[in-house]
């Protein structure tokens, strides 16, 4: 059977890193994304696997004509998301007022950083801006040192593209049992802060104080971080519950040891993390693999993106695929009845004579198109 999201018609403004992850998880599900390209970018080698599964188009915006083609394109779709900052929909005649005048159906999903208004609106940022702003950055690394610089997964991707898509969901299943449409303001900021909800419960609570380096599940405690091991490669544990810690202590010799009677006692963690970490060392990750994996220590191995998608587990669960000569993750989450898409990758602007077609445009006007440049 089709993805879960078949039947559902996404126009996508083309951008870069969250925009494209939102357009791809819609398209691994099933949706018809439609990338309406600019024209002149150059081409490339480069395959993006946040690009797949897609149909592409190439229009001029800066031509009315081209203009036009996007609202026929929306007049049918039941969304459009866009990464632009705040107001360059609209100067460019594409604003969410007309299209859902065109279509009152239609969930205009808006993604930047700061959000549509704000004092820092207009303001240019990256992730690592949008999650220092929300106490997440702070929060990261050990106490003794500056906060590190993550990849940027938790404010573009998991704060951005995902929270969008979910918006993008939420706001089409509204529409289709209201027959009214609306607009999405999915901030990065505001993304990530709920992405530390847990976190934000625990000072609430008094659990935490929310310095750097002090929570359990930041590297303060012993049983919850990451050892280095013989032959310079890392495990990580995440022995918390009192069986798992127990485990932990067996298979590494420690069970015996008076320092590690104290499990929750922070007096005595210093000591037990460079006692841990002295056996750690002792072994390889392979032999750590051999003792530990698959048991109830809360262990794994931490490898590398060329090495992952070779673990046995990965493996068997078809956790990653190869596609267009990329290894990618495969499409997730994955259903009892419905399936995701396998990735495809399309050349820039190779469906525009489909895409314009299922729009209602008969072949003398896609013809006056591409002759006036309007299509790529």
Avoid at 179 to 194: K, N, S
Avoid at 202 to 226: E, I, K
Wanted: charged letters at 20%.
């Amino acid at each position: 059977m089709a993805g879960p999201l078949e039947g559902v018609r996404i126009v996508e403004m083309a951008g870069i890193g969250p925009g494209p992850f939102c357009g791809m998880m819609l398209a691994d599900h099933g949706a018809e994304v439609i990338r309406v390209e600019r024209p002149g970018r150059a081409p490339s080698d480069f395959r993006d696997v946040m690009d797949r599964s897609r149909r592409s188009i190439i229009v001029d915006l800066k031509k009315p004509e081209g203009v036009e083609v996007i609202r026929q394109l929306c007049r049918s779709a039941d969304g459009l998301i866009e990464g632009y900052r705040p107001g360059v929909m609209e100067r460019l005649g594409l604003g969410p007022d007309l299209l859902l005048e065109d279509n009152p159906k239609l969930v205009f999903g808006r993604m930047t950083g700061w959000g549509q208004t704000g004092p820092l609106a207009q303001a240019a940022g990256h992730d690592l801006n949008y999650i220092s702003l929300t106490g997440a950055l702070y929060s990261m690394g050990r106490a003794d040192e500056k906060p590190p610089i993550p990849l940027n997964l938790v404010g573009d991707f998991g704060g951005g593209g995902m929270m969008l898509a979910f918006g993008m969901v939420s706001a089409i299943l509204s529409a289709r049992a209201t027959g009214r449409g609306q607009v999405i303001d999915c901030a990065m900021t505001e993304g990530a802060a709920l992405l530390s909800a847990m976190f934000f419960s625990l000072v609430g609570s008094g659990l935490w104080d929310g310095s750097r380096g002090t929570n359990m599940l930041g590297g303060a405690a012993p049983f919850y971080g990451v050892y280095e091991t013989a032959d310079d490669q890392f495990v990580s544990l995440g022995s918390i519950e009192p069986q798992f810690y127990a485990e932990m202590l067996q298979r590494t010799g420690l069970k015996d040891d008076p320092d590690f009677q104290h499990q929750n006692d922070r007096a005595f963690w210093p000591v037990m993390r460079e006692k841990l970490a002295a056996v750690i060392k002792t072994r390889t990750q392979d032999q750590w693999r051999t003792a530990m994996e698959g048991t109830d220590v809360c262990f794994a191995p931490v490898l590398s993106m060329v090495d992952a998608p070779s673990h046995p587990h990965n493996r068997a669960r078809g956790a990653f695929v190869e596609a267009f000569g990329v290894v990618q993750p495969a499409p997730a989450p994955r259903y009892s009845v419905t399936q995701t898409v396998p990735p495809t990758l399309s050349p820039k602007g190779a469906d525009a004579e489909a895409v314009l077609k299922s729009a209602g445009l008969d072949a003398g006007q896609i013809a006056a198109l591409r002759a006036q440049g309007v299509v790529g």
